[in-house]
């Protein structure tokens, strides 16, 4: 297995191109599923996550054809005109957990879908129950069958209320599709109002499908009898700008973010803020500046959009450890998403978890070490750990960070990270 060595305690300093959202793209690839019409999507991210996601709609007959999106990013053309399968194998959907979203689309279309019980990061439990619920609520029947949900709607979709206890994105992007080609009028209470789901939203508009309410907590879909094909451009990846926004935060250094949007990342900007990280937006994206040192500690929420990203606790983890001061953060949305905090003790942080919450009492310096994380954020929370310590850190399962982030060495290293990849 591939590792990243990181020799740490260079301020970075330049540019990096934000790439498109993998959590945009991936629901984005399974609309192509709601038509008969090519779908073609461009600024998708060069990442492994996309690749499973690809061959597994090949495996239920989408046609992907590989392009080039005019900016020259990776485009894919997808065609759902034949499809042969509505099952959704294990080994393709254990890899990955975004795999469950297939079941309302296919449902929708076709009116039956067998989709193996999801996999991906191992960071708590992550049932389905609310996906499955909203899809009973359109008229579908469920059943659990070895380790398969079946469902069927063999008189189609009927649109809905449908109110959500949590606010999950996953199942209203899941709801969001199948309610698009639904008899009659849905509605989602409780919405994720995260971009990616505005995103896919906004795309479903440019198929022919009638929805309200983008962005906001409460979606109304008028079902269509079709949708067709069309062109989109994935949005900006939020957790990836702001990620590097750490990076630059936790090495003291000027690092400008392009082809992106600090609209996307407010609670981010407005914590860095006020841990005294200069953020100044500029022409297709943000600056960031801070000084080695002076960066202190602030207390963090994770919360639904706009609060702060449960995708971003890890990162910020990892700055405050190394911030004047103490905060305190506290995970809301997953349990079991402390995974970094042993590995980053290892590289001298003081942090101490209670329940939900952990406590980082800042310290002047890491330590590199060897490390390893079961995740794909905290990955890179140890990663930015690294940029910043004294000394050699090796990241061990560079494959979790290959999920999520596109060319993750050659974008540091460009700001001057001393950052490379030692081959198995
Ligand atoms: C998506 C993101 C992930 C991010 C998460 C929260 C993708 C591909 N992944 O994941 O990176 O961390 O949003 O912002 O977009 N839940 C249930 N029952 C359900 C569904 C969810 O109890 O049926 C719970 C989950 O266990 C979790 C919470 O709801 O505690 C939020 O999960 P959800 O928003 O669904 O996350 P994902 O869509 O899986």
Do not use: W
Request: with cysteine; proline share 5%.
């Amino acid at each position: 297995m591939d590792r990243i060595r990181i020799r740490g305690g260079r301020p970075l300093s330049g540019e990096i191109r934000i790439s498109g959202a993998k959590n945009a793209a991936l629901p984005l690839m399974v609309a192509s599923l709601l038509t008969a019409e090519p779908l073609v999507l461009s600024n998708l991210p060069r990442l492994a996550d996309i690749a499973t996601l690809a061959r597994l709609l090949q495996a239920l007959g989408v046609a992907v054809t590989e392009t080039q999106g005019s900016d020259g990013s990776l485009a894919l053309e997808l065609c759902a005109a034949d499809v042969t399968d509505t099952t959704a194998p294990y080994d393709l959907v254990r890899k990955m957990r975004a795999t469950v979203l297939v079941l309302g689309p296919l449902l929708a279309r076709f009116r039956r879908a067998r989709v193996s019980l999801p996999g991906g990061c191992a960071i708590g439990t992550r049932p389905v129950d609310i996906h499955l619920k909203g899809l009973e609520h359109l008229g579908a029947s469920i059943t659990l069958q070895d380790g398969y949900i079946v469902a069927e709607a063999p008189h189609g979709l009927r649109g809905a209320h449908f109110q959500m206890p949590i606010v999950s994105v996953g199942a209203t992007e899941n709801l969001l599709m199948a309610a698009a080609l639904a008899e009659g009028e849905t509605v989602l209470g409780n919405a994720a109002r995260e971009p990616e789901v505005s995103d896919l939203a906004r795309c479903l508009v440019a198929m022919g499908a009638a929805i309200s309410g983008i962005g906001s907590e409460t979606l109304r879909i008028q079902g269509v009898a079709r949708l067709g094909g069309c062109r989109y451009r994935v949005l900006p990846d939020r957790i990836e700008t702001g990620s590097y926004a750490i990076a630059a935060a936790i090495t003291g250094g000027d690092v400008r973010l392009l082809d992106t949007d600090p609209e996307l990342i407010g609670a981010l900007v407005e914590a860095l803020a006020e841990a005294g990280v200069d953020i100044v937006p500029i022409a297709g994206g943000l600056r960031v500046l801070a000084r080695r040192g002076e960066v202190r500690g602030v207390d963090l929420t994770t919360a639904p959009f706009p609060g702060f990203p449960t995708d971003m606790q890890a990162q910020a983890m990892a700055l405050m450890a190394t911030a004047r001061g103490a905060a305190m953060i506290t995970e809301t949305i997953f349990e079991n998403r402390f995974m970094h905090v042993p590995e980053l003790a290892r590289m001298g942080a003081d942090i101490h978890v209670r329940g939900g919450s952990a406590l980082v009492r800042g310290v002047p310096r890491l330590k590199g070490a060897p490390v390893m994380a079961t995740d794909l954020r905290a990955s890179m929370s140890l990663v930015l750990a690294g940029l910043a310590a004294e000394g050699e850190t090796i990241v061990n399962r560079v494959y979790h960070l290959d999920r999520g982030y596109e060319r993750l060495e050659a974008k540091l290293a460009q700001c001057g990270a001393d950052i490379e990849r030692l081959p198995e």
